[in-house]
Structures are given as structure tokens and as C-alpha cells.
């Protein structure tokens, strides 16, 4: 069994066309979503360039999962903490 990791641009309304994407690919077990950090966890014995093939053709921008999509993940949720708006300050 094999675990792929995906970053997904995806909106909420997205998550029902990734799951019916992923539902027509044989040998899929299990399908978490974390629409905040746009990672999609893929546990099943279907091959990873399948997974994302399946992923791009139902029209979603989709690529593996990466370290750096780690570290921007975390900077992003830290930096959006920080904004103010009431005072106009971005950073």
C-alpha cells in the first residue's frame, strides 16, 4: 500500500469533484482532505502518476506534495495571523 501526497488548488466546492475523480481510480482505500493547507493524502495501491493524472483531468491544478509546500503552508498561516486590517498593515 502507498501513501501519495498531493497539493490541490482548491476552493470547498472543490472537494466533491476530487473525490469523485479519485473514486473512479481502482485501488484507492482512503482520501483525506486539509482544504486549508490545500493537501490532499491519497492511501490506496493505484500508482502516484495516476493519482495526479486523475487529479488534473477532473480540471484541478494538482502536483505532489513537497517540503517547500510544507514551509510555505506554515508561512502562510503565520502571516495571515499577523495582518491588520483596521490600520491597513499587510506584514
Known amino acids: ?3 501519495v501526497e498531493l ?3 482548491m476552493v470547498g466546492i472543490h472537494e466533491k469533484r476530487l473525490r469523485k475523480c479519485l473514486s473512479k481510480l481502482k485501488g ?3 482520501v483525506e482532505v486539509d482544504a486549508n ?3 490532499v493524502v491519497v492511501t ?3 500508482h502516484r502518476n495516476k493519482i495526479l493524472k486523475a487529479v488534473r483531468r477532473g480540471g484541478l491544478k494538482a502536483d505532489f506534495w ?3 509546500n510544507e514551509l510555505l503552508s506554515t508561512y502562510a ?3 495571515y495571523g499577523s495582518l491588520r486590517f ?3 498593515n499587510l506584514f
Open 44 to 46: 490506496g495501491y493505484a
Open 37 to 39: 493547507s490545500q493537501k
Open 77 to 79: 498561516s503565520a502571516s
Open 7 to 9: 497539493k490541490v488548488e
Open 1 to 3: 500500500m502507498e501513501t
Open 86 to 88: 483596521n490600520n491597513f
Open 28 to 30: 484507492i482505500e482512503k
Open 66 to 68: 513537497s517540503a517547500q
